[in-house]
């Protein structure tokens, strides 16, 4: 490209000139920067590392989305079967606690006089509440564990 104006003189230079046509200075002509131009196979490369990135996002979303759903599932199946297997209260008015007695951790009679929680000494709910809260629980995380694994799993077939 050539410049537009002498350096010299001011002149207007048209694309063509080797000299100013007033004063006679030979114009120098500036070399435009070398682009780094890339091929269509590198443009396809870097489009491909992209979409590769781009998609592993989304799949990790969707792993732990998978994942969490199946530890969702698995506490939920895990604490059905530790009630399930939750004891009766022996004596003469057998009575399994119920999930929320279970929680709070105490149980009180019909009438709301007597209130036993899984510490009181000696009795009967006191001993149900107890193993109650264990299976519960145990059972609650061993079915999120089973969960994770069976949702992790599941991602690990998907993805092959």
Same mark, same amino acid.
């Given at each position: ?8 003189? *001011? ?5 063509? =000139?080797?000299?100013? +046509? ?11 920067? @070398?682009?780094?131009?890339? !091929?269509?196979?590198?443009? =396809? =490369? ?5 979409? @590769?990135?781009?998609?592993? =996002? ?15 599932? *698995? ?6 079967? /530790? ?6 209260? @022996? *004596? ?5 606690? &119920?999930? !929320? ?11 709301? &006089?007597?209130?036993?929680? +899984?510490? &009181? ?10 193993? #109650?809260? !264990?299976?519960?629980?145990?059972? /609650? ?5 089973? *969960? #994770?694994?069976? #949702? /992790? ?6 993805? @092959?």
């Amino acid at each position: 490209m050539v410049a537009n104006f002498c350096s010299s003189c *001011g002149n207007r230079l048209n694309q063509e =000139d080797s000299f100013c +046509s007033v004063c006679g200075k030979k114009i120098e002509r500036i070399q435009s920067p @070398k682009v780094n131009i890339q !091929t269509q196979q590198e443009q =396809d =490369d870097l489009n491909n590392i992209w979409n @590769k990135v781009s998609n592993s =996002d989304s799949a990790n979303r969707y792993k732990y989305i998978v994942i969490i759903i199946g530890m969702c599932i *698995g506490l939920f199946i895990g604490s059905v079967i /530790g009630y399930s297997l939750a004891p009766a209260s @022996k *004596g003469s008015s057998a009575h399994k606690p &119920t999930l !929320t007695e279970l929680l709070k951790n105490e149980w009180k009679n019909i009438g709301g &006089t007597v209130t036993v929680t +899984s510490n &009181t000494p000696n009795n009967y709910m006191a001993k149900a509440l107890s193993k #109650g809260r !264990t299976m519960l629980i145990l059972f /609650g995380f061993a079915g999120l564990a089973g *969960g #994770g694994l069976v #949702g /992790g799993y599941l991602v690990r077939i998907r993805n @092959k």
